[in-house]
């Protein structure tokens, strides 16, 4: 009897302590457009394209709603006024204010989740004061130190001191290697290599898995033609990217390219710039 009641007791903890753990929460998965880039040669974004073919690319960001209250971005846009200037993009608004037409205040996003270096995907950081900055280490220590100094031309310098700065206030997460889940739901991945060390973001919601492909995968044309994107260190590891992504999504039409602008056809709800992914 004793032993019976031991057992039963020892079940009925870890009952209890089940019960006690947090759920992961639901997600709700958006994509916003702040800007186009007009007659965009495609074959800077699919390797072997007619180089005679352009398409007006979709700049975007992409917001993840979490039923926790949590507010991730991943990638953060640009918004410098040399950058305007030098790409000339139409439609443009800074990425803080589209994100506003989903609903969320740039001073409520949490966390910050940084693909690569390059000016269009980290150069608005520091629209958003308040987030954690998510970014693989040896994306970091490649491009940059801790004082902003450039190791590597692919990160803008303005940008590197921004990165930094954000790193002396204790706010940048340096994210050690593949398949890492940084937030409950939310894991990245070793990209391709469109820089050193870029990566993409898998989110879990509704019993599906989301896969925020960002410049591991620029057009929807790249995945149907399993072809790498053109800007890579390294078409193989592109190719193999690819095929992750493939085996992590629940279904291949929730694999979410860079800067596609069918992206806003396909997911035409709820409009105004802004995709809901699902």
Do not use: C
């Not at 000016?119 to 608005?124: A, F, I, T, V, Y």
């Not at 070793?190 to 820089?195: A, D």
């Amino acid at each position: 009897m004793r032993r019976a009641a031991t057992i039963g007791a020892a079940m009925a903890t870890a009952v209890v302590l089940l019960a006690m753990r947090p759920a992961t929460p639901t997600y709700e998965v958006y994509a916003v457009r702040y800007a186009t880039l007009p007659n965009f040669r495609v074959a800077n974004l699919i390797q072997g394209a007619d180089t005679s073919r352009r398409l007006d690319i979709a700049m975007m960001v992409w917001l993840i709603k979490g039923s926790d209250g949590r507010r991730v971005l991943v990638d953060a846009g640009f918004h410098r006024a040399d950058f305007v200037t030098r790409w000339r993009p139409a439609d443009f608004v800074p990425p803080s204010e589209a994100v506003e037409r989903a609903g969320v205040k740039a001073d409520d996003i949490t966390d910050v989740i940084i693909s690569h270096v390059h000016w269009d995907h980290l150069d608005g950081i520091d629209l958003f004061p308040k987030a954690r900055v998510w970014i693989q280490r040896e994306e970091f220590q490649h491009h940059l130190d801790s004082t902003g100094a450039v190791h590597d031309r692919a990160i803008d310098a303005g940008d590197a001191k921004v990165l930094a700065d954000i790193a002396r206030q204790g706010r940048l997460m340096l994210v050690d290697g593949d398949a890492k889940e940084i937030i409950p739901g939310i894991t990245v991945h070793i990209g391709g290599k469109h820089t050193f060390a870029s990566q993409f973001a898998a989110v879990r919601t509704g019993g599906n898995t989301i896969v925020l492909a960002s410049d591991n995968l620029y057009l929807y044309e790249n995945l149907a033609r399993r072809v790498p994107i053109a800007q890579t260190l390294d078409a193989a590891s592109n190719v193999n990217a690819q095929a992750q992504m493939l085996k992590l999504a629940s279904d291949p039409k929730l694999i979410v390219p860079g800067h596609d602008p069918e992206v806003f056809t396909r997911f035409a709800s709820p409009g105004n710039g802004i995709a809901w992914i699902h």
